[in-house]
């Protein structure tokens, strides 16, 4: 097994394989706001490899901006290099430099799984991608208007999603506070879950303060209530606050095993987020699996406003995990030119529909 998690024995030292890729700009039908701001746009790159025979896999690298250990002003030129030393068979000093690219280091294994699969876009063998089974996912939220998110909780609603996920953090608390009181009122603990994702928006000495006020409403767990980096005090945090805590941010730079221990020993979170484009891929996202197992911290995967490739593929991954708890998988319908799949959602649930097809001929450069 290499980084990757890939048994290379199953592949020649990639003989006859080809790598290249082709930069694609997804555009949001709504603007998407988080706390670090707000997104029309955002590009990601899709790698195909593939064989002599004409088998494909595909692969999508999509750094965030702002977030990504990868948004750097040379990675289009490092995914040019790595498709180069990849065609020209320089395994050691390919497998180099994908190191502290996390979403490169995606992007290809997604790709290589793919292939080894076969290809046609199904990446791992489940129920789920033999569409026997779905798996439930959260209904998300975005920051806007209080009556924009209103109305957003209404949809879901009627979506069938029992639950919701809602980012905060952007607005005046009282009027996030406020609108989760209504929904709340609305819907009790017992007939709708809800988590909470602050991205960091709390600052350290208000943040007790806020989780008190929240945990009236009895959420599931709220995501990084303080900027990343702080490990004392989140750990504090953690420790104290009535409701459970999950990282997610904090989990990016993390990528020594040492020193993600240390402050995952350090924090004792209740859960963690996991987000393969991020991290590092599915094989980087299995560790930090069996590192929350070790603290008996619980977990979920969340995509990472990927396209549909990435989606699906991370979806098909997860569905060989057997998590019974709600996944951040719900993304797919935020782009007005995202990628036709398999996927779709049904009360509140993930499906994978086997007569659905792939449309990879809009996988292409779209700048």
């Given at each position: 097994?290499?980084?990757?998690?890939?048994?290379?024995r199953?592949?020649p030292?990639?003989?006859?394989?080809?790598?290249?890729?082709?930069?694609?700009r997804?555009e949001?039908?709504?603007?998407?706001?988080?706390?670090?701001?707000q997104?029309?746009?955002?590009?990601?790159?899709?790698?195909?490899?593939?064989?002599?025979?004409?088998v494909v896999?595909?692969?999508?690298?999509?750094?965030?901006p702002?977030?990504?250990?990868?948004?750097?002003?040379?990675?289009?030129?490092?995914?040019?290099?790595?498709?180069?030393?990849?065609?020209?068979?320089?395994?050691?000093?390919?497998?180099?430099?994908?190191?502290?690219?996390?979403?490169?280091?995606?992007g290809?294994?997604?790709?290589?799984?793919?292939?080894?699969?076969?290809?046609?876009?199904?990446?791992?063998d489940s129920?789920?991608?033999?569409?026997?089974?779905?798996?439930?996912?959260?209904?998300?939220?975005w920051?806007?208007?209080?009556?924009d998110?209103?109305?957003?909780?209404?949809?879901?609603?009627?979506?069938?999603?029992r639950?919701?996920?809602?980012?905060?953090?952007?607005?005046?608390?009282?009027?996030?506070?406020?609108?989760?009181?209504?929904v709340?009122?609305?819907?009790?603990?017992?007939?709708?879950?809800?988590?909470?994702?602050?991205?960091?928006?709390?600052?350290?000495?208000?943040?007790?303060?806020?989780?008190?006020?929240?945990?009236?409403?009895?959420?599931?767990?709220?995501?990084q209530?303080i900027?990343?980096?702080?490990?004392?005090r989140?750990?504090?945090?953690?420790?104290?606050?009535?409701?459970?805590?999950?990282?997610?941010?904090?989990?990016?730079?993390?990528?020594?095993?040492?020193?993600?221990?240390?402050v995952?020993?350090?924090?004792?979170?209740?859960?963690?987020?996991?987000?393969?484009?991020l991290?590092?891929?599915?094989?980087?996202?299995q560790?930090w699996?069996?590192?929350a197992?070790?603290?008996?911290?619980r977990?979920?995967?969340?995509?990472?406003?990927?396209?549909?490739?990435?989606?699906t593929?991370?979806?098909?991954?997860?569905?060989?995990?057997?998590?019974?708890?709600?996944?951040?998988?719900?993304t797919?319908?935020?782009?007005?030119?995202?990628?036709?799949?398999?996927?779709?959602?049904?009360?509140?649930?993930?499906?994978?529909?086997?007569?659905?097809?792939?449309?990879?001929?809009?996988?292409?450069?779209?700048?």
């Open positions: 097994m290499d980084a990757l998690g890939l048994d290379w199953l592949w030292e990639g003989e006859g394989l080809t790598a290249r890729f082709f930069p694609y997804l949001f039908h709504r603007l998407a706001g988080t706390s670090r701001g997104m029309r746009q955002r590009l990601v790159y899709f790698i195909e490899i593939t064989d002599g025979k004409g896999g595909r692969g999508e690298c999509a750094p965030l702002g977030l990504s250990l990868d948004d750097r002003p040379d990675l289009v030129t490092r995914l040019s290099y790595l498709c180069q030393q990849f065609n020209a068979g320089e395994w050691a000093a390919w497998r180099e430099s994908l190191e502290y690219y996390p979403s490169l280091q995606c290809f294994e997604m790709a290589l799984r793919d292939h080894f699969s076969g290809g046609g876009g199904q990446w791992y129920p789920f991608t033999r569409g026997e089974q779905s798996q439930r996912i959260n209904g998300l939220i920051m806007g208007g209080i009556d998110m209103r109305q957003q909780v209404r949809e879901r609603i009627a979506e069938g999603y639950c919701l996920k809602f980012k905060i953090g952007a607005l005046a608390f009282e009027q996030e506070l406020a609108l989760l009181q209504e709340r009122h609305e819907w009790p603990a017992s007939t709708m879950e809800i988590r909470l994702d602050a991205n960091g928006a709390f600052a350290p000495h208000e943040v007790m303060h806020r989780l008190d006020q929240l945990a009236i409403l009895q959420p599931h767990s709220i995501e209530p900027k990343a980096g702080q490990s004392a989140m750990a504090e945090v953690c420790r104290h606050s009535p409701i459970p805590v999950a990282l997610d941010e904090e989990l990016i730079p993390l990528t020594d095993e040492e020193q993600a221990m240390e995952l020993n350090e924090c004792r979170p209740a859960y963690l987020i996991l987000k393969p484009s991290l590092g891929g599915f094989s980087a996202a560790r699996i069996k590192r197992e070790s603290i008996d911290a977990w979920w995967v969340t995509s990472a406003l990927e396209s549909n490739v990435g989606l593929a991370i979806a098909a991954w997860t569905s060989t995990l057997e998590n019974p708890l709600p996944q951040g998988l719900g797919g319908k935020l782009y007005n030119n995202n990628i036709k799949s398999p996927l779709f959602v049904k009360g509140g649930e993930l499906h994978w529909e086997l007569t659905g097809s792939w449309d990879w001929g809009a996988c292409r450069d779209n700048l």
